[in-house]
C-alpha cells in the first residue's frame, strides 16, 4: 500500500493556467489512477477546462462546480480542490451522461457494465464489498430523482452517494466536468474499488417539531408547491415561521425546514425560492397529498462528529471523507458565526468535498444532509 493512497491540492488561483497547473504539481505522479475535483462556478470554466487539459491531459478526471469547497483549509469559497487516487490502492472509472432527459434503464445498464469491468479487471480488491458508486448531477437539472432511481436498479447493491453540483447560491447554472469540459443537463457516475475499509453513510442534524402541513397543490415536475393546508403556499410557511412574506429567504429556508416521513425516516425537502404566485419552489420532488412535517435543528457538528466517530469506531482512523454537504447547512453556521470553527472540524476530520445543491444516497435525492464515504486507512496505518 503506497504511503499517500489519497493526495490533495487546494488551490486558490483564480487564473485558470495557475490553478491547473497548481493542482498537477501536487498530484501528478507515476502510479496517479484519476482525479476528482470541486470547483467554484466563478471561474472561467471554459478557460479552466483547456487549462485542466493542458495540465492534467490523459488522467481520467472529473468533477463539479460547487456551493463552497471543503479542503485542506476546511470552508473556502472561489477555490478548487482535487483529490488523486493511486492506483496500488484505488482502481476507478467513470462515465460522462450528456442527456439527462434522455437517459434510459439501458443506458444505465451499459454504463455500470463497464464501470464494473473496468474495476473488475484491475484486479485490486473483488468487487462485491469493496467498490462504492459517486454521482455527481446538474444541480438545477431537476432530474436527480428519476436518474438516480434508474441507476440504482443496475448497481446490484454497490453503495452510492454523491451530490448536485452547485454555482455559489447563484442559481443561475451549474455544471460537471468530464471528458475535458464542464457541461449543463449532464452528470458523471464515479466507481471506485479499493482494498481500504470504507462506508458510505448521510446524516442530518434535524428533528420532527410536530407541525404538520399537507400539500394541497403541487406541480412535480417543476418541483413547485402552490398550496399547503389549501393556502397559498408562501404563506402558510411564513405563518408557520413566524416571519412576514417579505422576510423569506434562504436563511429562513435553512432554519425551518420541511420534511417528509417514509418507513419511519425523515427526508428533507428544503425550499429553494419564493415565486411571485406565492408558489414555493423546492431543491427536491414534492407532490400533492404529501404531508411535510416541520423540523427543527440540533446541533449540526455534533450530529456529524458522533457519526463519524461512529465509524471510526468499527473502521479506525480515516485516510479522508469524501463529503457532499447541503449549502443549507453552510448557511446555517454561518448565521450562527461559526463557520470558522466548522472548517477547523473538517480539516481535523480530514473531510474534503463541497457544498451541494443537494445530496444522493441509495438511490435518494436529499436535503439538508451530509451525504460522503469514509475511507478508512491501511491496517498497517491504524
Known sequence: ?????????????????????????????????????????????????????????????????????????GYSRGSIVAVGFDRRAFALDYRLIRDLDRFTLLDAQRITDRLMEHCTRSGLAPLKGHTFAMTLLDGLSTCEEQVLLTLTSVLAGIP??????????????????????????????????????????????????????????????????????????????????????EELNPEVFARHPLAVRLHDKTYVRAIQSVNPDLSLSFYCAVETGIVLTAM????????????????????????CILGCDCFLRRLELEQEGRQQAAGEFYRQRRILGFNTYGEHYSGLHLNQTFSGVYIGRSRGDH
Do not use: W
Not at 7 to 22: G, I, K, T, W
Not at 37 to 62: I, N, R, Y
Not at 303 to 309: F, P
Open 160 to 245: 452510492h452517494f454523491g451530490g448536485s453540483a452547485g454555482d455559489d447560491n447563484r442559481l443561475t447554472g451549474t455544471h460537471v466536468y468530464g471528458e475535458g469540459a464542464f457541461h449543463d443537463r449532464a452528470a458523471v457516475v464515479l466507481m471506485v474499488n479499493t482494498a481500504l475499509d470504507f462506508e458510505v453513510f448521510s446524516t442530518h442534524h434535524l428533528r420532527p417539531s410536530g407541525e404538520k402541513l399537507v400539500v394541497t397543490a403541487a406541480d412535480q415536475e417543476q418541483r413547485r408547491v402552490m398550496e399547503l393546508n389549501a393556502e397559498p403556499a408562501a404563506l402558510e410557511y411564513a405563518r408557520l415561521v413566524g416571519c412576514t412574506l
Open 1 to 73: 500500500m503506497p504511503d499517500e493512497p489519497l493526495r490533495v491540492a487546494h488551490s486558490f488561483a483564480r487564473d485558470p493556467e495557475l490553478a491547473a497547473q497548481y493542482l498537477a504539481s501536487r498530484l501528478l505522479h507515476p502510479d496517479l489512477e484519476g482525479v476528482l475535483f470541486f470547483c467554484s462556478a466563478e471561474h472561467d470554466l471554459p478557460a479552466l477546462a483547456t487549462a485542466l487539459e493542458a495540465h492534467l491531459g490523459g488522467v481520467k478526471l472529473c468533477g463539479c462546480t460547487t456551493a463552497g469547497e471543503l479542503g485542506s483549509d
Open 296 to 319: 427543527q435543528a440540533s446541533d449540526l457538528l455534533t450530529d456529524l462528529d458522533r457519526e463519524i466517530a461512529d465509524i471510526e469506531g468499527r473502521l479506525g482512523p480515516a485516510e
